[in-house]
Structures are given as structure tokens and as C-alpha cells.
DNA sequence: ACTTGACTTCGAGCGTGCTCGAACTGGAAG
DNA sequence: CTTCCAGTTCGAGCACGCTCGAAGTCAAGT
């Protein structure tokens, strides 16, 4: 269990795979201020921390959950203001789940809507064809 | 039950009201061929008949689970086309049901990771607040 | 008769979230 | 040493789904 392996570090296009998104949206990411400022080898390359990915991975589930990138940046902005943040953030995360959990009931409604005329166009097909 | 009471039909206002979409949807929705050429009264006005607005409403269902408005058209044309493609609108909404009920797995999966957090936070703020 | 307000068509514009091309740089493999 | 590939920054462009402004029409209310 040397330093080494503790210490990963990988490039936009290595993070990029491992988050799901495209290098692109890495780099835009991190110019629109949802990740910090990420860290750069001698040369500029990026250098992506395990904490990094972490957070890259946090941001793909509050986007896949329809977050604007808009709260996303102000989310970041709290984590980045440490500790004195951490009920704003959790009453961000308590607002969204509301949120998410609405846009759950909501599917639900919509997927009887879907059945029912899967079943009508079923039993017209009987009828018809 | 004369016929005036059956014979409903609402301005293009009236109904967008109803179903929930702006005018300018409403006319953008018949343009995009999301909806079959409207009936018009004798100067050129939209009226919407109980069976358009009951289009409507479906295609604010299929909208809400997250159809693009290219997979309405295409079912809007299907349906245009009468009862031969009975069993393609039925395979399209079958193949939808689909997606959304992946897209509520996926949610599910989501709220997990924010529950996770929430708690993370309220410890957190525990022992540090 | 006049005003009001909802309607018409048309094409342009907008907000969101990426996505990409251009021009360049630097490290690694053959 | 050259070739190659992945990276850099910058600003422009795109796909989607509306949204709106302009200029005009028409019917109903005062």
C-alpha cells in the first residue's frame, strides 16, 4: 500500500471515461466553475484526483437527476466555502430530492397514461386486425 | 344533450389553458405536424374540437415522460394514417414505456446517492455544528 | 364609430447544455 | 529525430424546444 497506489491522478480523457461525460464537457465543466480548479502537471496537462472523479461523478447524478447547471454551480460554490456551507447544501440536496421525488410521481402518472392505450391499441388490434 | 352541448370547441387560447402548453406552443405543435391541421372558423380562426384536446393531452404525456418531438411526429403521422399502424403505435409506446420505466430505475438509483448525502451532511453538521 | 383584445402568419431569437474546430504544445514510441 | 497522439486555450456553433415581435384582421362591447 504504497503512495502510488493511493495516489491516482488521470488525464481529462481517463476521467472523462470513467464519469461518462466527454473530455469537452469535463474542460466546460470546470470553466463553468462546477469542479475547482483542477490540478495541472509541469506541462498544464490536467491531473484529475480520485476526489476529483468523486465529485465529477456526484455532478452526473444531480444532472441525470435534472439539476440545472446552474444549482450545480452554486452547490459547488458551497463545497468550496467548507464546513459553514454543509446545512445549505444539505437543505439543497433536501429541496432537490422533493424535487426528484415529484418528477418520480409524476413518471408514474404518465406511465398509466402509456398503458392504457398500449391496451387500447391492443384491443383494437384484436378487433381490427 | 342537444348538440350544442357536444359539439364543444375552444379558441386556441381556451385551449392551451387547458392543456397547459402557451398559444405559441400550440401553433408551433400544429406547424411541427405534432397535430393535424386544425379546424378554422369562418375567418381563419383555430378551433380546437374535444378530440384535439384530447390529442393534446397526450402529447403532453408523451412530452412529460421525455419523448423528443421528432418520436411525436413520427407517431402523430402514424396516427394520421389510421388503423393499419395499430401495432406500430402500439410498438412505439411499448418502446417508450420502456424508457421510462429505465429512466425511473435510473431516478431511484439517484435518490440513493442523494439520501447518501443528505445523511453525510446531517452527521456532518452533527459533529462539526 | 371606436376601442379593445384575442386572434392570424411569418420569421427571428433565446436559454440550456454541451460540442467542436483551429492552432498550438509536449511527451512517448519507433 | 520524427511522428503521433493526447492534451491545451479560445471562441464559435449546434440541437432542442420553444418564445416572441411585428404587422395585420376581426368581432364584440361601450
Same mark, same amino acid.
Given at each position: 500500500?504504497?503512495?502510488?497506489?493511493?495516489?491516482?491522478?488521470?488525464?481529462?480523457?481517463?476521467?472523462?471515461?470513467?464519469?461518462?461525460?466527454?473530455?469537452?464537457?469535463?474542460? &466546460?465543466?470546470?470553466?463553468?466553475?462546477?469542479?475547482? +480548479?483542477? $490540478?495541472?502537471?509541469?506541462?498544464?496537462? =490536467? /491531473? @484529475?484526483? #480520485?476526489?476529483?472523479?468523486? &465529485?465529477?461523478?456526484?455532478?452526473?447524478?444531480?444532472? +441525470?437527476? $435534472?439539476?440545472?447547471?446552474?444549482?450545480? =454551480? /452554486? @452547490?459547488? #460554490?458551497?463545497?468550496?466555502?467548507?464546513?459553514?456551507?454543509?446545512?445549505?447544501?444539505?437543505?439543497?440536496?433536501?429541496?432537490?430530492?422533493?424535487?426528484?421525488?415529484?418528477?418520480?410521481?409524476?413518471?408514474?402518472?404518465?406511465?398509466?397514461?402509456?398503458?392504457?392505450?398500449?391496451?387500447?391499441?391492443?384491443?383494437?388490434?384484436?378487433?381490427?386486425?
Amino acid at each position: 500500500m504504497d503512495i502510488s497506489t493511493r495516489e491516482m491522478s488521470l488525464t481529462v480523457g481517463e476521467a472523462a471515461e470513467r464519469v461518462g461525460l466527454t473530455t469537452y464537457t469535463l474542460r &466546460w465543466y470546470e470553466q463553468e466553475g462546477l469542479v475547482g +480548479r483542477v $490540478g495541472r502537471d509541469s506541462s498544464g496537462r =490536467r /491531473r @484529475y484526483t #480520485e476526489s476529483d472523479v468523486n &465529485w465529477l461523478f456526484l455532478l452526473t447524478r444531480l444532472r +441525470r437527476t $435534472g439539476m440545472p447547471v446552474r444549482d450545480m =454551480r /452554486r @452547490y459547488a #460554490e458551497l463545497a468550496r466555502h467548507g464546513d459553514s456551507t454543509l446545512g445549505a447544501r444539505r437543505a439543497l440536496f433536501e429541496a432537490h430530492r422533493a424535487r426528484v421525488l415529484a418528477r418520480m410521481a409524476e413518471l408514474s402518472e404518465d406511465l398509466k397514461v402509456l398503458e392504457y392505450k398500449i391496451d387500447a391499441y391492443r384491443r383494437a388490434e384484436e378487433e381490427s386486425g
